[in-house]
């Protein structure tokens, strides 16, 4: 492997600044995890490391651990025999989160610090809107961009209605289509991905992930295999690994996925024609139900929005916790839950402060 240059991993200034605060520790990013041991990327190489015992006895949630694509403060920078310490995880500047398997309803961080999440989805039997949707609303909460990469269009005979079909809820949305059939089916996908970026493929097992990562690695890497005979995909990733892109950046394999709990997700951007629809409804807390002189029901009534959509809106809704809230106010229940630990809704409205000089550029 090429000397690894941190810039390279993802190591922007944000990330520099809040490193200097930690004395005699060094930069690292988390590329997999087994077990308790980690596996982490410096600029001198790779590492396995174990977190602390303070650390240890500070975690509150399971997402509070070391997760994928983190950047880490460690106790050296090189090989050195033994296991490097792992003491801080420095600040994430997106996360995508699943519910965790299970009754517990913790959270789950998929892969962090991403900046480009493709959702790939077959146009073969593993087409599927109203997940989609799901996916959507779960990637534009992460703080990363969404794209959606329609695989296998060699066995689609019905691109053109399913590109319509599409378009009803890819709402901004980049969409691509591949073939693994076409040598430069990947291309649109490697014009995302530089010296820098990040970048994450979530979906469904055997949707072809892996085979748009080994276009993109230039080697077969990863283990490929073709969907079973129902059209569900075998598990061919069984757990999340960061990879180092010879032509720059970095990108983030997952398990394949069919569903995806959720804990919270960005409905106002996934569901964006439903929100703007809400704006015009006679109350503002329309359930979009029975309540008269509501907007969403007519566009429905006069065919520009599917029952099926405002079905799964209102279910997605209900499960992230939302039920009953308009925009406004998921975004101050969101914030409030971020923040309860760290001073509730003063230190939330600060966040959004400053956040906003850094748009701004100041």
């Not at 997760?67 to 995508?96: P, Q």
């Not at 519910?99 to 790939?120: H, L, M, Y």
């Not at 959509?309 to 499960?319: D, G, I, P, S």
């Amino acid at each position: 492997m090429n000397k690894i240059t941190m810039e390279n991993l993802g190591l922007s200034q944000r990330f520099i600044i809040e490193s200097t605060s930690y004395t005699n520790l060094y930069v690292g990013r988390v590329i997999s995890q087994y077990k308790d041991r980690y596996k982490v990327l410096t600029e001198n190489g790779e590492l396995t490391a174990v977190i602390s015992g303070k650390f240890r006895f500070d975690v509150k949630t399971v997402s509070d651990y070391p997760a994928v694509g983190d950047f880490v403060m460690l106790d050296r920078n090189e090989e050195t025999g033994g296991n490097a310490i792992l003491h801080h995880v420095l600040t994430r500047k997106s996360a995508l989160i699943r519910k965790a398997a299970g009754t517990s309803n913790e959270e789950q961080i998929v892969a962090a610090n991403i900046d480009t999440v493709f959702i790939c989805m077959s146009l073969t039997n593993d087409f599927n809107l109203r997940r989609l949707e799901r996916y959507l609303g779960v990637v534009w909460d992460s703080q990363a961009i969404p794209v959606i990469v329609l695989t296998k269009a060699d066995l689609c005979d019905t691109l053109s209605q399913k590109m319509l079909e599409l378009d009803a809820v890819a709402c901004g949305v980049d969409v691509l289509v591949t073939s693994s059939m076409s040598e430069d089916g990947y291309v649109s996908v490697k014009n995302y991905s530089s010296s820098g970026k990040t970048i994450a493929f979530i979906g469904s097992s055997g949707v072809g992930k892996s085979t748009l990562i080994n276009r993109l690695l230039g080697e077969n890497l990863l283990e490929t295999q073709k969907t079973r005979s129902d059209d569900k995909g075998r598990h061919t990733t069984t757990r999340r690994e960061l990879i180092v892109l010879p032509s720059g950046g970095v990108v983030i394999d997952t398990p394949g996925m069919r569903e995806l709990g959720i804990e919270s997700a960005d409905l106002s951007k996934a569901f964006a024609d439903i929100d703007e629809l809400s704006t015009k409804c006679k109350f503002h807390d329309c359930t979009h139900i029975s309540e008269p002189n509501c907007a969403v029901r007519r566009a429905i009534s006069a065919g520009l929005l599917s029952e099926d959509r405002l079905t799964n809106y209102l279910k997605l809704k209900k499960e992230a916790k939302y039920e009953g809230m308009h925009s406004k106010q998921i975004e101050a229940e969101k914030l409030a839950v971020m923040f309860a630990k760290d001073g509730g809704m003063k230190n939330a409205r600060k966040f959004l402060k400053e956040k906003n000089k850094i748009r701004q550029g100041f």
